[in-house]
């Protein structure tokens, strides 16, 4: 049989518009395709919530794939050791509480066991602004990565959700959008993004779960995004903590949402 290129066409746009609209109205959206965002999209998804992600750049996976400074080999500590091995992650014992990962073969696999468990992924898109009612964020306003990178003058379109998850990582994204729509209002020390501070793999792996938590209502933050909101340490290329925070963002979340909403 010929194969017709309008058909192939019009397969896409019907099927992309429909799994669009399926998602205009979200138990929860993530911003941010990182191991972060992708753990507590896989989390999420498995419990059977209505979860999307979005993704600004093409490729999902954030600054997994390069390892440390493009060495692509990760670190994970003991304590991360249950979720590799929930999402069939081989570890390689270095010495004592260290183990490696090649970093492209870790983060792969999360994305795709993520999308497996049913995890919507939007990748080339932007979350450019936050929806909000009296005082919470509600939502997403999203726009092509490619407008934006274009710097074009195009309006954008929303989403909205009962939860935000800001897993930006070190941009921080989208609670720095917050922190512009209402100063001083963070629930942090100062009311602010305290900022990331210098790095410290020890302090910062514990910190980032700590501060895994609602920053604003509507809002949480998970995995560097969560150090940085906080003011914790970057760790460097040792990932645990990414996970860890990304399974307790879902925990969270899922203890605040009813059990079955699909
Ligand atoms: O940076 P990223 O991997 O975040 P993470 O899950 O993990 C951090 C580690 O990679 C590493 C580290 C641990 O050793 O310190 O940095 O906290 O992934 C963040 C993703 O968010 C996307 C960005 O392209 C990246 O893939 N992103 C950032 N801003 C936006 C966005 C935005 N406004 N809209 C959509 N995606």
């Known amino acids: 049989m010929e194969l017709d290129e309008v058909i192939i066409t019009k397969a896409i746009v019907d099927r992309f518009c429909k799994k669009l609209t399926a998602h205009l109205e979200n138990d929860i959206a993530i911003v941010g395709g990182g191991p972060s965002g992708l753990v507590a999209g896989y989390h999420l998804a498995r419990a059977g919530k209505k979860v999307v992600l979005f993704e600004r750049k093409l490729s999902v996976g954030g600054g997994m794939w390069g390892g440390g400074m493009l060495f692509n080999e990760i670190v994970v500590q003991e304590a991360a050791l249950p979720i590799m091995n929930e999402f069939g992650i081989s570890c390689r014992e270095f010495q004592k509480n260290y183990y490696t990962v090649d970093s492209v073969g870790a983060i792969s696999t999360l994305i795709s066991k993520a999308v497996q468990a049913g995890l919507t992924v939007f990748n080339g898109i932007t979350a450019e602004d936050v929806l909000m009612r009296k005082s919470r964020v509600t939502g997403l306003v999203l726009n092509w990565s490619a407008v934006e990178i274009a710097r074009l003058h195009v309006d954008p379109l929303a989403v909205r959700a009962h939860y935000v998850v800001d897993a930006t990582g070190h941009e ?9 729509k209402v100063p001083g209002k963070l629930k942090t020390p100062s009311g602010k993004i305290e900022g990331e501070k ?14 895994t938590k609602e920053v604003f209502p509507g809002l949480y933050v998970t995995g560097m995004a969560a150090n940085a909101t906080f003011g914790g ?8 903590g990414m996970l860890l925070s990304g399974e307790k963002v879902a925990n969270m979340l899922l203890r605040i949402l009813s059990p079955k909403s699909r």
Not at 172 to 180: D, G, I, P, S
Not at 198 to 211: F, G, I, P, Q
Not at 233 to 240: L, Q, T, W
Request: net charge positive; charged share 20%; hydrophobic share 40%.
């Open 172 to 180: 921080t994204a989208v609670v720095r959008l917050v922190q512009n």
């Open 198 to 211: 210098s790095m410290w793999s020890d302090k910062a792996e514990s910190l980032t779960l700590r501060n």
């Open 233 to 240: 340490p970057r760790m460097g290329p040792i990932f645990g």
